[in-house]
């Protein structure tokens, strides 16, 4: 995804998006010209119980530079009877790994590169500067809210509550204790500002949509750098919901993210990273596995509270979905190679199978399971023998998967009968069967084989049917 200055006009650059993500369901997107056009966009959407309650941080991070006496907005808004033009100073716009804005202004050029910290609730901004023969003061806005994402405050007063230590800045917006984002710069000096708002920010794609356009904003204060003649000068601003950003390094998180996308195109054997002297028909088939492969790595998240996988159905409005994960189960996880994902996939759609049905999701406000899909318990049958295809993996399947569920069963019927474990392992014994208490507690979670004489008289002693024993 590249474009040059004659594809960056406002009526172009609010056409072309881009986004990239954390695995946890949070992300950073905006379009090519930094304007927001959806309620959706923003350099920090974090969830504030992985992935789920996803909430907008940071807005945006407006940019000016001043030099020679004049002032130079590089920022683009929109109102709706207003539309900044920072854009026109902008020479280009590049996103292989991460997104990268060029500036030129006043003989100032500025490199912009915005990067994620991996499954962190962390957005890093990376700025090169290279100055004109005047001193020149660069000053960066940040524009912040503390929203639900599907929502947008219009006509909103904040209580805005600031807590500075040198460049470092703590933030607690509406008294939402349990919610402070911390900011932190370089190099320079933070100034706060007293009850500053950006008003009725116009979101275009919203109202074509058929709903509310328009927000406010909160302004905390500002960043003011300043740059001495012909320097070159590299600064980085960390916007995060982690405490510890003063100990971050913006430039190593992305070398980190960049090592860490390399690492997965030499996992997929997709690409011949051996052979040097490639045609151009092979490099263009190369470029295109790699945005292949990046955008599948943006949809691959983690629940932390359950440490499972799963994928986004779809960004910006959509959690995971587990019929919309078995979907696209193949092409993303099985052709990629990644199994060990894959595996945590097939282990989340069967922890919770209820009446055979695989939950289609969670609860974003208690991680309640929602059987809302009838098919997914279908794909998952067509997905396990996939998975068996393509990995030969007949240990997992049976093991993780087949008795996991068997074992579940068990557990039901035990209960159902009145019995503990206990008794029911004194009851094996007694009919010479040696399945202890531990034993018994394995092969209800899935990690004990049982063999066909137990099967026989767990059937006999739970007095139910075979298709009892094995209703999944």
């Known amino acids: 995804m590249e474009y040059a200055k004659d594809k960056m006009s406002l009526e172009e650059g609010i056409k072309r998006e881009w986004i990239i993500t954390n695995g946890l369901g949070g992300y950073c997107s905006s379009t090519i010209i930094g304007a927001n056009t959806r309620k959706y966009n923003g350099l920090l959407v974090a969830p504030l119980t992985p992935p789920a309650r996803r909430h907008l941080i940071l807005s945006k991070l407006d940019e000016s530079i001043q030099t020679d006496g004049k002032k130079y907005n590089l920022y683009t808004n929109m109102c709706k009877n207003y539309i900044s033009d920072g854009y026109k100073y902008l020479q280009s716009f590049k ?69 500075i230590n040198k460049n470092k800045v703590k933030i607690v917006i509406n008294r939402q204790s349990e919610t402070p984002i911390y900011m932190n710069l370089t190099n320079g000096k933070y100034i706060k500002h007293e009850n500053d708002k950006f008003n009725n920010m116009y979101y275009i794609e919203e109202e074509k949509r058929g709903f509310e356009a328009e927000e406010n904003h909160v302004i905390p204060g500002r960043f003011e750098i300043e740059i001495e003649p012909n320097e070159e000068k590299e600064i980085s601003v960390i916007c995060s919901l982690e405490e510890n950003i003063e100990e971050l390094d ?59 996988y799963s994928m986004i159905a779809g960004y910006p409005w959509f959690l995971d979905w587990m019929r919309d994960t078995l979907i696209s189960f193949e092409g993303c996880l099985l052709v990629t190679k990644k199994y060990e994902v894959a595996k945590k996939v097939l282990r989340s759609c069967v922890r919770d199978i209820k009446y055979g049905l695989v939950p289609n999701s969670y609860s974003e406000d208690d991680y309640r399971p929602l059987y809302n899909s009838v098919d997914a318990s279908l794909l998952l049958f067509e997905q396990v023998k996939k998975y068996i295809e393509y990995t030969k993996d007949y240990d997992f399947i049976m093991n993780e998967i087949y008795e996991m569920e068997f074992g579940k069963n068990i557990r039901r019927l035990r209960k159902k009968k009145k019995l503990t474990q206990d008794q029911l392992a004194a009851q094996l014994q007694i009919n010479g069967c040696d399945i202890t208490r531990s034993a018994l507690a394995k092969i209800e979670v899935g990690q004990r084989h049982l063999y066909p004489d137990e099967i026989l008289l767990l059937k006999e002693l739970l007095d139910v049917d075979f298709k009892d024993m094995f209703y999944f």
């Open 95 to 163: 996103k292989d790994y991460i997104p990268v804005f060029e500036y030129e202004v006043a003989g100032i050029n500025i490199k912009k590169s915005i990067c994620m910290e991996y499954r962190k609730n962390t957005v890093v901004l990376v700025y090169e500067i290279k100055n004109n023969d005047k001193d020149s003061i660069l000053t960066l806005a940040p524009i912040m809210n503390l929203r639900d994402f599907h929502t947008v405050t219009a006509n909103y007063e904040f209580d805005l509550r600031q807590n």
């Open 250 to 308: 913006a430039r190593a998180i992305i070398t980190n993210e960049i090592v860490r996308q390399n690492q997965e195109f030499a996992k997929s054997k997709l690409i011949d990273i051996s052979k040097e002297d490639k045609t151009e028909e092979e490099e263009q088939k190369d470029k295109l596995i790699k945005q292949f492969l990046i955008a599948i790595d943006n949809f691959i998240i983690i629940r932390p509270f359950f440490n499972t």
